[in-house]
């Protein structure tokens, strides 16, 4: 089953120092960091902050390619977490047909705020990201669960949403 989450802000690892996205359940408590590379998390907080760069960036450069294709993104969906990876599917459709496109969840986020599509996770993928090894890793302690999960406005800095 799929449940619709909303970015909820863009922020720096307090341990780490690396970017999370952080995804919040639409209807629920639900949370779900998502750690990025620097780059990745550039491209979304332009979105986030709706900046125009003088020459298209790749995300921006897809979605003028899906336009011209008449092609649109449906949604996004962070399908599955495996060895301490996310995977994500973006989901086009073009001439009544669907295609799923195998995605990085940073890449698919980027463009699922370009197209103003909903973005899904897997049920399963938020319960393994709970119990799995690589994400109690980077969230090894309750405290720190707690924090993410009780984030105000002011915590997520000028990349809130």
């Known amino acids: 089953m799929e449940i619709e989450m909303k970015i909820r802000g863009l922020m ?8 999370i996205v952080v995804l919040k359940d639409m209807s629920g408590d639900s949370v779900l ?85 909903p973005i899904y996770v897997e049920e399963r993928v938020l319960k393994v990201s709970k119990d799995s090894n690589s994400v109690s890793e980077k969230v090894n302690n309750e405290e720190l669960r707690k924090w993410l999960e009780n984030l105000n406005e002011d915590d997520l800095g000028r990349y809130k949403m």
């Open 12 to 19: 720096m690892d307090p341990m780490s120092n690396m970017p």
């Open 33 to 117: 960091p998502i750690w990025v590379g620097i780059y990745e998390a550039n491209a979304i907080a332009l979105e986030i902050e709706k900046v125009t760069t003088p020459r298209p960036m790749t995300h921006d450069l897809i979605k003028v390619l899906l336009m011209g294709l008449e092609a649109s993104i449906t949604k996004v969906v962070v399908s599955e977490l495996k060895d301490d990876t996310f995977y994500a599917l973006i989901w086009l459709e073009r001439n009544g047909q669907s295609i799923s496109v195998d995605s990085r969840p940073s890449d698919a986020l980027a463009l699922a705020l370009r197209h103003d599509c």
